[in-house]
Structures are given as C-alpha cells and as structure tokens.
Antibody, heavy 121, light 106 residues
Framework: QVQLVESGGGLVKPGGSLRLSCTASGFTFSDYYMSWIRQAPGKGLEWVSYISGSSTYTSYADSVKGRFTISRDNAKNSLYLQMNSLRAEDTAVYYC??????????????WGQGTLVTVSS | SYELTQPPSVSVSPGQTASITCSGDKLGNKYAFWYQQKPGQSPVLVIYQDNKRPSGIPERFSGSNSGNTATLTISGTQAMDEADYYCQAWDSSTGVFGGGTQLTVL
C-alpha cells in the first residue's frame, strides 16, 4: 500500500535552515509528481511546492519562492524540501503528498502524516 | 493571485443534504478538488476533477463545478462526515486551496 513518511521537522530559530524528507513506498515513485503542502496551527492548507517525476519541472508558492528548494532522489524513493531563511510564519505541519497526475488535472491522492516545523527564538 | 472562497462553517442535521461551496474567478474553467480533514488526521481526497470519487469514498459524496462556483454535496449526511473540507484548484501551475469549511452534523 502507498505510504509517505515525513521527517526532519523540529524547532529552528528565525533565519535558520531545515531540510525535510519524505520517504515513499508502495508505488513507483519516479512515475509521480510530488508536492509539499503545509498547515499552520489551527489554520487551513497551503500548497508549497511540487516537483515532476524526473525533476524537470518545479513550482513554488510566492510565499516561499527563493527561500525553499524542492528536490527528489528517485533511487532512494525520497522527496526533500530545503528550507532557508525561515520565518515565524513558516511554522506549520508540512505534508508530502502524491499527485495523481501532472498539470491542472492533478489531485493529491495520498498524504503523509506530516512533520511539524516550529520557527521561534 | 488566485483565490478560492469557502464559507467558514456549514451545519446539517443527520440524514439531510449538506452543500459546501467554493468560489473563484471562472472556477468552472478549471478542475476543482475536495479534501476532507478530521481533527488530528491528514487530509483525504473525496472528489477529484470536479465530480469523480476516488475508490473507497462513499457514493453520498458528489461534486459539481460551473461558472464561478464548485459545490461539494453530501447526501444523507452521517455523523462521521463531520470534518473540515477544503476545495483546491490549480492556477498558473500553482496550487490554491480554499480557506476550508467546518461541517457540523447536529
């Protein structure tokens, strides 16, 4: 069965960096776009970034562009999010999610359990 | 930037029909997706491409999308359907979520 397991969250000071990982199993990882989606405490969902199966295409929300970098290692069935210049407003649970397809027709059909990132001094 | 607007809350009696709307400029020209999130859990896809149900999602969940509004309809609402619901679409290769609607079954 499809499983997505995030790791790497924790407490970091403003201006600091953190790298999140998501390990996938139960499907051919390289065949799928993957996304990071976050949820601030008590708030709604916010899409952060996606990456295509071959890493050819990436996209970012304006709120993280230039600070966050998405990447993947298909040999390791792993997705990453490098987060730099972190701000208090980046505090959230970060989910990795599989996209059913690429482009405007794609939905997030499987989600991980999330990893909490807290940015505070 | 593109925005999707949902009512913050909707209430429904058990067995009745709940409708949750999602509004956005020319949303009917895009695909709408709906996710259910229960407290302490990860979101679950309940409707994709406007009106398709993933495997395992009950038939009481249905969707439509036309003009500026997408609608998630839950027929014969059950207590287990109480959750937050989020609509989602894509705009210029970026994902957009609505603010979410808390569905209360009382």
């Amino acid at each position: 069965q499809v499983q997505l397991v995030e790791s790497g969250g924790g407490l970091v000071k403003p201006g600091g960096s953190l790298r999140l990982s998501c390990t996938a199993s139960g499907f051919t990882f390289s065949d799928y776009y993957m996304s990071w989606i976050r949820q601030a405490p008590g708030k709604g969902l916010e899409w952060v970034s996606y990456i295509s199966g071959s890493s050819t295409y990436t996209s970012y929300a304006d709120s993280v562009k230039g600070r966050f970098t998405i990447s993947r290692d298909n040999a390791k069935n792993s997705l990453y999010l490098q987060m730099n210049s972190l701000r208090a407003e980046d505090t959230a649970v970060y989910y990795c999610a599989r996209q059913l397809a690429g482009g405007d027709s794609s939905s997030f059909d499987y989600w991980g359990q999330g990893t909490l990132v807290t940015v505070s001094s | 930037s593109y925005e999707l607007t949902q009512p913050p809350s909707v209430s429904v009696s058990p067995g009745q029909t709940a409708s949750i709307t999602c509004s956005g400029d020319k949303l009917g020209n895009k695909y709408a997706f709906w996710y259910q999130q229960k407290p302490g859990q990860s979101p679950v896809l309940v409707i994709y491409q406007d009106n398709k149900r993933p495997s395992g999602i009950p038939e009481r969940f249905s969707g439509s999308n036309s003009g500026n509004t997408a609608t998630l309809t839950i027929s014969g609402t059950q207590a287990m359907d109480e959750a937050d619901y989020y609509c989602q679409a894509w705009d210029s290769s970026t994902g957009v979520f609505g603010g979410g609607t808390q569905l209360t079954v009382l």
